[in-house]
């Protein structure tokens, strides 16, 4: 068996892999030890993000003619893929915290709804809060007059009523 025919379907992967995805950041993860790497990829399936370590050369087959073409240049050394189809902010959310506490997790750079981000940008990008959280806050503040307005409303009845009975 040639070698193309046995790394296609590793590109076929990562393309299905890319197809859709809202976001994909690229990072070095040399010096993880096994356990902060088990509770990385633990972390990142709960969060429905696809976290794989593909070769580079593969990767960049995959990514060739796709929105994601921009990140051929930053893949150099031991690189591991975060993609998310669903929260743009995810990947970068989750690898940026997880990477205060184990220094070693270093963040490339990445693409969020195509768009390309230095290292800065995704470090950036990982303060944004979820779309849920987002929503909830929108929301909360939109609630907050008609909870203070139905309160006023409240305090006039029970003090109108209590100057009635007098």
Known sequence: MAKIELKQPIVEEIKANLDGAQSAVIVDYRGLTVEQDTRLRKEMREAG????????????????GTEFEALKDDLEGPNAI?????????PARILAKFAKEADALEIKCGMVEGTYYDQAGIKAIS????REE?????????QAPIANFA???KQIAEKDGGAAEA
Do not use: C, H, Q
């Open 127 to 130: 303060s944004i809060p979820s």
């Open 151 to 153: 309160r006023v409303l």
């Open 82 to 90: 975060a993609i998310s189809k669903d929260d743009a902010t995810a």
């Open 134 to 142: 987002l929503l909830s806050k929108l929301l909360g503040s939109m």
């Open 49 to 64: 993000i696809i976290y794989k370590v593909y070769k580079n050369t593969m990767v960049r087959f995959a990514i060739e």
